[in-house]
């Protein structure tokens, strides 16, 4: 393993490397390209701009004054807060973009499958009504909006 693999990794994982060295396990280089992956992963399904915050957005402001109108995100912002509102917004555009479903979505937010995809949707709504005035929120959708 390489000096930057070792301070890289957790130390169950370095520690598996260095009893495969010893007993000829392969468990542990399964863990460490699995760790790679994720690594790889994180790097290629960071849609959001890492300049901005989403909470600075057009579109999150959108999405705050919505729950004046919508009961979910009333309710969502209620029970989760704006952090988690504004994670929503990410999964969400995570599967504008396709790269998760709406059951997906609810997990990665921690919420029931219910939850997760009523907010989805809702925030769905608000993403169509803001697409093309929102220049930050255009840059997230690969293939726009249908």
């Known amino acids: 393993m390489t000096e930057s693999e070792n301070a890289k990794y957790p130390s169950e994982i370095r520690g598996a490397l260095e009893d495969e060295e010893n007993n000829g396990e392969t468990s542990a ?5 699995q760790a790679r992956k994720w690594d ?3 790097m290629l399904t960071d849609t959001t701009d890492t300049d901005t915050d989403i909470k600075d ?3 999150f402001h959108t999405v705050l004054d919505a729950a004046d ?6 309710e969502f912002r209620r029970a ?5 509102l504004a994670e929503a917004l990410a999964v969400t555009i995570d599967y504008l973009n396709g790269e998760l479903t709406r059951r997906m979505a609810a ?3 921690g919420v029931s499958n219910y939850a997760g995809i009523a907010i989805t949707n809702e925030i769905e709504e608000v993403v169509r009504e803001r697409y093309g005035d929102d220049p930050w929120l255009d840059q997230q959708l690969r293939d726009g909006v249908e």
Do not use: Y
Not at 29 to 33: A, G
Not at 80 to 84: A, E, L
């Open 29 to 33: 280089t399964e863990m460490l390209q």
């Open 40 to 42: 790889l992963r994180e």
């Open 57 to 59: 957005t057009d579109t």
């Open 69 to 74: 109108d919508r009961n979910d995100i009333q």
């Open 80 to 84: 989760h807060g704006d952090d988690k």
């Open 107 to 109: 997990t990665e937010l």
